[in-house]
């Protein structure tokens, strides 16, 4: 029987280390879904998925000008610019490198702002001295 990943998002312990009620709530209602059954709890440090304005200004700015310049599509960009930074690993199955981080959703907020600063002088020294903005200065031009 496979048994879905259960995730709160986000919990925080008081100070004597209780869960609020509704946390444990959730929890113990989904442990009911699989009563007599081997189950492994997990406690990390909670990871915000990098954001929505992140991604937006990514696939505005930066990604549709390197795939111009490379004469390709958004995606291969977007994918030799995430190997660029984060490495490459083979991959079996298809026979080619891959970047080790193949999707900006697999980033957090803190890596994102690290592969925008990245990116910047990587793609003009790279690319020909294209210049891509910042996401500032590409939030005051795209809501004007």
Not at 112 to 134: K, N, R, T
Request: negative net charge; contains cysteine; charged residues 25%.
């Amino acid at each position: 029987m496979k048994i879905p990943d259960f995730s709160l998002s986000r919990v925080q312990a008081s100070a004597e280390g209780r869960l609020s009620d509704q946390a444990r709530g959730s929890i113990l209602a989904y442990l009911r879904r699989y009563p007599d059954v081997d189950l492994d709890v997990i406690i990390r440090q909670h990871r915000e998925q990098r954001s929505l304005d992140q991604n937006s200004y990514m696939h505005a700015e930066p990604f549709p000008k390197v795939a111009e310049f490379m004469g390709g599509t958004i995606e291969e960009a977007k994918l030799a610019l995430m190997g660029e930074c984060w490495g490459w690993k083979f991959c079996a199955l298809s026979g080619r490198e891959m970047p080790v981080k193949p999707s900006t959703s697999s980033m957090t907020v803190e890596e994102c702002s690290y592969f925008i600063d990245w990116l910047i002088p990587w793609v003009a020294e790279h690319c020909g001295g294209l210049q891509i903005m910042l996401p500032d200065e590409w939030a005051r031009t795209s809501a004007a």
